[in-house]
């Protein structure tokens, strides 16, 4: 083949495709440059702001290389391998330069055509060639490759090189963690403002139904504390949602923020995020669960109650979460855990030992403030010295307080510690000076010497004040006042550790744990009052302690006992059971129970005054006033006293009143076994003796006058032990009487008794018509051959009227007696005087007679009428028995008759009653106004009293007026 290109323009054509391939190439080069600086960018931008994980960076640093790759191989591989021969690159040259007229493609293309071929003549061909060589000779095949793309990319890598130096003379750091995280995969951690640590974690365990307590810190390398955080928390129970809840911070200007998540019912997870720290999100804290140690089985199997009581040992449920017991029980505890325990112990809460847990919070904050104080001692500042004043108000206020105990204890000769549910120990009662005083076993007191110890806390208030002065001294005139600060806060702190064994003592119960060999929770304290009594040693803690036992459960089987402590009051203790297993896990809130301590109640007491009163509350100044008393108590009553008092008539100011006094030595059951439930007793309140007892004591005298008033009760007492506080004492309600002169009351007994006679005179006149109407029957009987109407009516009339006439006798016999008891109570008349009424009242009261036990015939002629007239009325049934009820009405009649007669003797005897009574009221006002004078009158009364008194009984008695006796009897028409 002929050679038509020539040789030059055949190297032209070589060194313009070299340089189109270097032009691809640099341009390539650029943009590859330009993007791998751009990944850098973005990747650094995206594990800065969103903390990818290495995975995360893995992904995407292979993500961004394989575009880098495709980049590359678009942008450099792919178009350096692109083929170029003669016949492309002429184009690219005709295309450059027109001229040349398609003469440069037309002689390579004839070159590689075979000589001849097509018919084209070659004249023509060498012509072409010709020209083509001639006129290409002479052009620049350099101009064809555009280098403004080249320039362009070269600028973009450029720039990106030298924002990329930039940045790495600026922050050399950034980019070296940039290469060790997203080259060389590394966990270097990102620069923050805030690093968020939780404390305690990763990960954490709580007891079911307890509190955790999450604390968030910003650690100390932090520049920034963040105003806030945010807790992230997910729980089954919500889902997969988070939950976000601020937390602001724990106090003011402070580093730490907390969140209590309280009751934790159930697993979950958190995280945390504040500031520009949000990495807690790659790893959430996991919050399991520990099922806390519970009891499953609990039961009071023996209740043991106070002697006293004599109540049989009983049993408490042990499903009821409330027990009701009385001071003095002793109660057993036996409980089955759902796993094996470590401690178990008893807390038992009362409104005493929350006096002492109240006494030992405030002792702890006074030793707080001071300890702060003395322990800048040799830097004090004006602003102390009103602290520890305020510390020397506080103990004052506690001080206060243990004074007001120690009086108590002064009072009741106990210590102050009474009220509260003890250990069940071999106890003793602590003194401060260190005397054991022996208490029965099983039964515990502990306490201080309240008077003792409040005396120290008044030394210490002292010493308080005195230091805040030295403070407060610019001069420095009380040089001393570091030192007593420094003491002042080693005394605090020992009556600190003092109070809090002491509470410890008197609220703990440890419970033996059976089945394995456990520690004893208790002892610490022990230790402590030991050292404070002067080292009398540890106190038996028998309610728990070590112990081995064979069990079906070893470790969960628990066994203890308490006691109910105290004086004889309402209130109310928690039981609280804390159980701690082999893990050290213990339940925060316990399990809870309440004891009602119900009190021995006191007795209830009635007062009566037996008999019927005719005046109400009216009695003589010289009464002696009998009285009934009836108390009732569930444990039994061992006595009862009555006791007096005079309020002075209205108007008598000047008359003192005398306060109730005891009046008689207390009644008790006697010799009885044991002190009866239902205890009832008589006395009588002897008015005249208890003056005439004391007429040398005028304090005690009641001085009574008319117009006085005296008051009396009865107090009951149970027969509750002192230890408790008893015995219960209850009184009844007052009974008060109206003192009046003794003639004013004769007055009104013989107006009593006039009206009594009347009454006992229309009796009489009723007996006359009965007699009458039964005397009609006989007449209408003779020579009757039958019973007529008018026969059984008699006989019902006589029968009704004797029905009647047998209850006013009754009536009547009961108000002569109670006039004849009023003689008595009040000393009204003399012996023979009350003789004469006590006959008319035997008289009456023989008349109705009911029939003798021995002898059921034997009855009062009243009563025999009645039954004699019934007796009629069976027989005139018969209409033909006239000949029988003439008989029987004829006996009738006589007991009638006999009956009148004798109504009329009692007449008798009311009047010669009524005539002595009005005597004694004369004979009484004349002894009245006649005391003023110097005259014997006591020789006066027994002299005309006398012979008064035996004139009237030796005139004969007259009949009443209705029936004279010298006349027979005569029925009324």
């Not at 403004?148 to 990329?164: C, E, F, M, T």
């Not at 919500?238 to 724990?250: A, P, T, V, Y």
């Not at 109570?825 to 009350?834: C, F, K, L």
Request: proline share 5%; hydrophobic share 40%.
């Amino acid at each position: 083949m002929e050679k038509l290109v020539e040789h030059k323009i055949t190297g032209k054509l070589g060194s313009l495709k070299l340089a189109i391939r270097t032009r691809i190439a640099a341009e390539g080069i650029g943009w590859v440059l330009a993007a791998a600086v751009a990944v850098i960018f973005i990747t650094l931008g995206m594990d800065y702001l969103l903390r990818l994980e290495k995975a995360q960076r893995m992904l995407v640093m292979l993500a961004w290389l394989c575009g880098l790759a495709y980049l590359c191989w678009r942008r450099l591989v792919s178009p350096m391998f692109v083929p170029m021969n003669r016949s492309d690159l002429a184009l690219l040259v005709e295309n450059r330069f027109g001229q040349l007229g398609d003469r440069l493609i037309s002689a390579i293309q004839f070159e590689t055509l075979a000589a001849g071929a097509g018919g084209m003549s070659r004249a023509m061909i060498l012509k072409v060639a010709h020209e083509a060589n001639r006129m290409a000779g002479a052009l620049n095949f350099g101009d064809v490759v555009r280098s403004a793309g080249a320039k362009r990319s070269g600028s973009i890598a450029l720039g990106a090189l030298l924002i990329l130096a930039a940045l790495g003379l600026w922050k050399p750091h950034i980019l070296g963690l940039w290469f060790d995280r997203n080259i060389m995969f590394r966990d270097t951690p990102w620069p923050q403002d805030t690093y968020l640590l939780v404390q305690g974690g990763p990960d954490f365990s709580v007891v079911r139904g307890d509190d955790l307590k999450i604390t968030v810190a910003v650690t100390d390398n932090s520049p920034v504390v963040p105003q806030y955080i945010v807790m992230h928390t997910r729980s089954s129970s919500f889902g997969d949602d988070w939950i976000e809840e601020r937390l602001e911070q724990s106090e003011a200007g402070g580093r730490t923020f907390v969140k209590i998540f309280q009751n934790v019912p159930e697993e979950f997870q958190f995280y945390v995020t504040g500031g520009d720290d949000s990495n807690d999100r790659k790893h959430p804290h996991k919050v399991s669960i520990i099922e806390p140690p519970t009891l499953i089985e609990l039961e009071f199997p023996s209740v043991v109650y106070p002697g006293y009581m004599r109540r049989p040992e009983g049993v408490l449920p042990g499903g009821t979460s409330v027990q009701k017991l009385p001071v003095g029980c002793r109660v057993s505890v036996r409980a089955v855990c759902n796993k094996p325990l470590k401690h178990a112990r008893l807390v038992v809460t009362t409104e005493n030992i929350q006096g002492q847990q109240s006494i030992v919070q405030a002792l702890r904050e006074c030793s707080a403030e001071v300890a702060g104080i003395s322990g800048r001692a040799d830097r004090l500042a004006a602003a102390d010295a009103a602290t520890v004043l305020s510390t020397a108000d506080k103990l004052k206020g506690i001080q206060k307080n243990l004074a007001e105990l120690a009086a108590k204890q002064q009072a009741t000769g106990k210590l102050a510690t009474d009220n509260y549910i003890g250990r069940m120990d071999d106890a003793v009662v602590f003194s401060k000076d260190g005397q054991n005083v022996s208490r029965p076993a099983g039964r515990t007191q502990i306490g201080l010497d309240c008077q003792a110890f409040s005396a120290m806390l008044q030394e210490c208030s002292a010493q308080a004040g005195k230091a805040a002065l030295g403070v407060n001294d610019k001069a420095k005139l009380a040089s001393d006042a570091p030192a007593q600060l420094r003491e002042l806060s080693v005394r605090i702190a020992s009556f600190v550790e003092i109070a809090s064994a002491i509470y410890e003592q008197m609220s703990v119960v440890p419970l033996r744990i059976r089945g394995a060999e456990k520690e004893n929770s208790a002892g610490q304290s022990d230790a402590v009052l030991a050292k404070y009594l002067g080292g009398t040693g540890p106190v038996k803690a028998s309610g728990g302690g070590p112990s081995k036992a064979d069990s079906n459960s070893p470790g969960r089987d628990l066994t203890g006992k308490y006691c109910i402590e105290g004086v004889n009051r309402p209130q109310v203790a928690n039981l609280k059971f804390f159980l701690t297993d082999e893990s050290g896990y213990t339940s925060r809130k316990g399990q809870e129970f309440q004891v009602q301590v119900q009190p021995d109640q006191p007795p209830t007491v009635q007062l009566f005054r037996p008999g019927l009163s005719l005046f109400g509350p009216i009695i003589t100044p010289e009464a002696e006033l009998p009285l009934q008393v009836q108390a009732d108590d569930e444990y039994g009553v061992s006595a009862i006293q009555f006791h007096v008092a005079a309020k002075p008539a209205d108007g008598a100011a000047s008359k003192p009143v005398k306060d109730f006094r005891p009046i008689n030595q207390p009644i008790t059951p006697g010799e009885a076994e044991e002190p009866p439930r239902n205890f009832k007793a008589k006395t009588s309140i002897d008015l005249a003796k208890w003056e005439a007892d004391h007429k040398t004591d005028k304090q005690m005298q009641l001085d009574l006058k008319a117009g006085d008033t005296v008051e009396i009760r009865a107090d009951a007492k149970d027969n509750m032990p002192g230890e408790f506080g008893g015995p219960n004492v209850a009184s009844s309600q007052v009974m008060a009487f109206q003192v009046i002169a003794k003639s004013e009351f004769i007055r009104l007994l013989i107006a009593k008794q006039k009206e009594a006679q009347k009454e006992f005179l229309q009796i009489i006149e009723m007996q006359a018509s009965a007699y009458g109407k039964t005397e009609d029957v006989l007449k209408l009987l003779e020579g009757a051959t039958e019973i007529d109407q008018d026969s059984q009516r008699k006989l019902d009339e006589s029968a009704g009227l004797q029905q009647t006439i047998a209850s006013q006798l009754t009536k009547s016999a009961g108000t002569f007696k109670a006039i004849m008891d009023e003689m008595i109570i009040n000393r009204v008349g003399a012996a023979p005087e009350q003789q004469a009424m006590a006959d008319i009242v035997m008289k009456l009261t023989s008349l109705v007679a009911p029939p003798d036990a021995n002898d059921k015939n034997s009855l009062g002629p009243c009563q025999k009428v009645n039954r004699d007239l019934a007796a009629c009325k069976e027989i005139y049934k018969d209409p033909k028995a006239v000949a029988q009820l003439a008989e029987a009405s004829q006996s009738v009649v006589a007991q009638q008759k006999a009956l009148y007669e004798e109504m009329g003797k009692i007449m008798k005897m009311m009047k010669q009653v009524d005539s002595l009574m009005e005597t004694i009221r004369v004979l009484d006002e004349l002894i009245e106004k006649s005391r003023k004078n110097a005259i014997d009158m006591e020789l006066i009364k027994r002299f005309l009293s006398g012979g008064l008194l035996e004139d009237a009984t030796s005139r004969p008695a007259t009949a009443p007026a209705s029936a004279p006796a010298e006349k027979p009897l005569e029925p009324p028409e």
